[in-house]
């Protein structure tokens, strides 16, 4: 990338700000039952185990984000971890909004807030995420963010149904974002 064309993705960088009343946040173990409750009530997400989400917590707080709400608790999440192959690569593994928070546009703030956060302290400049081809909010957020920041979206299929030992799971298609400046 030339200079100018780095200061014209910077110039084009916009990361959205949390909706009023709500505080992005770094989750704490306390948090993990009510990140697998906004998970569990997405009807969406693949839900792991309340113990996964603990651990989630526990073990990549750093690369993950909650919204507060005025009285603390969790209104939303996002969890991702960094890729031990790619050291620059944020993998968004989960995001989800409480049902009566949804359209504020918390899901964007969230990404947003968490991509710049690890974007200072690993130096992340790239974002990966799996979708399905069914789950058109998800795609819309991760098309929207690339946007935004003026990032090229390259797209292809990286777990086909026939991987997943639960019958009727769909193929994940890999989202891949970049390069993402700040």
């Not at 302290?121 to 098309?143: C, H, M, Q």
Request: charged share 25%; hydrophobic share 40%; net charge negative.
């Amino acid at each position: 990338m030339t200079a100018a064309q780095a200061d014209l993705a910077r110039a084009r960088c916009e990361f959205l700000e949390m909706p009023e009343g709500l505080k992005l946040d770094t989750p704490c173990l306390e948090d993990g039952a009510a990140i697998w409750r906004i998970a569990r009530d997405s009807e969406v997400l693949d839900l792991n185990s309340s113990y996964s989400y603990l651990l989630w917590c526990r073990d990549f707080a750093a690369t993950s984000a909650v919204a507060r709400s005025e009285g603390g608790e969790p209104v939303g999440f996002v969890t991702g971890y960094i890729r031990p192959e790619r050291p620059r690569t944020l993998v968004v593994w989960q995001i989800a909004v409480d049902r009566a928070h949804r359209g504020r546009g918390l899901a964007a703030a969230l990404l947003d807030g968490l991509v710049e956060r690890t974007a200072r302290e690993p130096g992340v400049d790239e974002v990966e995420t799996t979708i399905t081809a069914d789950n058109a909010p998800s795609n819309r957020l991760f098309a929207s963010f690339a946007e935004r920041h003026g990032a090229r979206l390259e797209r292809e299929d990286l777990f086909g149904a026939e991987l997943f030992p639960d019958t009727g799971h769909e193929p994940e298609v890999l989202h891949r974002i970049g390069p993402i400046v700040v």
